[in-house]
Structures are given as structure tokens and as C-alpha cells.
T-cell receptor, first 111, second 114 residues
């Protein structure tokens, strides 16, 4: 079945560590790709998006993601995480005019 | 505030009750969505409305009934729910369907069915 996969369900890091969260999708053809973040008790917020052009996209709060078409991947990265990055991160693919989400990755950052 | 407002924030209802969830946006968006967020599962798209017309119903049981009276308001009417329907229900809107710019989400309604 076509899907969006986030293989890391729970990631625990210390502050200043580097972060990479994996996202793979199984849809062929043109897709638009997104990362959303949900801070504890808050709504889903758009972190960054890709739909064409430079495959390395930069988002808010120092996050970036790289689209690798050959690997059907759109991994999220941040060189140095902060305690305030503790949240749940969702990868999403826009396909046939709707957003399909992955299961999410819970990130905990300890001081 | 995101521009998408959902009420109530929390709802506890019995299996025989009838209740409604409300979503409101004044962003000038033409498309609105209901998603269900359950623990350890992907967000599930339930319904899509575009220009007040339902354009998608993702095999959602009939005990969930959406209504979109105008482009700013979206309701989800609930009746005879089951305990497994307990979840966070999220409303979202976008400028149009197929919007490359992403969706704006509300804070959700936490529903508990007892």
C-alpha cells in the first residue's frame, strides 16, 4: 500500500546533538513534501516544505530537509538541537490533493 | 492562535449521546478538512470539503457526519460512537485543494467516548 514511513518512533538526544529524522514515501510521480511539528499541547505547525527546485530546503528554527528522489526520502535535519525542540515531528506527502501523514517521531531533548 | 479555531477543546460523551464538533476559519481558505489523530497511528484523513462541497469521504463510518454550511465553518456531528473513536480530532484549512503551501491546523478537540 502507498504510504509515508517514519522509522524512528522515539528519539532521545542531549542538547547540542545533531538530529536526523527519516521519512520515506512510496508514491511515484510528482509529490509535494512537508514536515510538521507539534509541540506539547499545541497545534500542528508547518516546519518546512518542498515542491520543486533546490532539493535542500530550509525551514524555521534551524531545521532543514533534503529531498532525494531516487531514495523516495525527505529526511529532516538540525545540526544542534535545543531543549525547546522537544516535540512530535510528522512527515507528510501531498498526493491527489490531500496530505498523507506518517506516524510521527517523538523527539525528547534533555539539557 | 492559528486562524483555525476548534470547539470544544475537550469532550466526553457516552455511546448514546449526540454531540457536534465545530471548526471555524477566517483565513479566506476554500478547502477544509477533518483528521483523526490516534496514538501511534498516522493522522487519518476523514473528510475533505472544497468550496463547501464534500469532495472526499475516506470510508468513515456513518456515525460521523460532516457539515459545511459555508466556507468558514465546518462541523462534525457525532452519534452512537464507540470507545475506539476516542481520539484527537483536528480541523485544517488550505487556500485551495492541492495547495502546495500546506494546511493550517486547529488545536483539535480531544474526544473521549465512555
Amino acid at each position: 500500500a502507498q504510504s509515508v514511513s517514519q522509522h524512528n518512533h522515539h528519539v532521545i538526544l542531549s542538547e547540542a546533538a545533531s538530529l536526523e529524522l527519516g521519512c520515506n514515501y512510496s508514491y511515484g510521480g510528482t509529490v509535494n513534501l512537508f514536515w510538521y511539528v507539534q509541540y506539547p499541547g499545541q497545534h500542528l505547525q508547518l516546519l518546512l516544505k518542498y515542491f520543486s527546485g533546490d532539493p535542500l530546503v530550509k525551514g524555521i528554527k534551524g531545521f532543514e530537509a533534503e529531498f532525494i528522489k531516487s531514495k523516495f526520502s525527505f529526511n529532516l535535519r538540525k545540526p544542534s538541537v535545543q531543549w525547546s525542540d522537544t516535540a512530535e515531528y510528522f512527515c507528510a506527502v501531498e498526493r491527489t490533493d490531500k496530505l498523507i501523514f506518517g506516524t510521527g517521531t517523538r523527539l525528547q531533548v534533555f539539557p | 492562535e492559528t486562524g483555525v479555531t476548534q470547539t470544544p477543546r475537550h469532550l466526553v460523551m457516552g455511546m448514546t449521546n449526540k454531540k457536534s464538533l465545530k471548526c471555524e476559519q477566517h483565513l479566506g481558505h476554500n478547502a477544509m478538512y477533518w483528521y483523526k489523530q490516534s496514538a501511534k497511528k498516522p493522522l487519518e484523513l476523514m473528510f475533505v470539503y472544497s468550496l463547501e462541497e464534500r469532495v472526499e469521504n475516506n470510508s468513515v463510518p456513518s456515525r460521523f457526519s460532516p457539515e459545511c454550511p459555508n466556507s468558514s465553518h465546518l462541523f462534525l456531528h457525532l452519534h452512537t460512537l464507540q470507545p475506539e473513536d476516542s481520539a484527537l480530532y483536528l480541523c485544517a484549512s488550505s487556500r485551495d485543494r492541492g495547495n502546495k503551501y500546506g494546511y493550517t491546523f486547529g488545536s483539535g478537540t480531544r474526544l473521549t467516548v465512555v
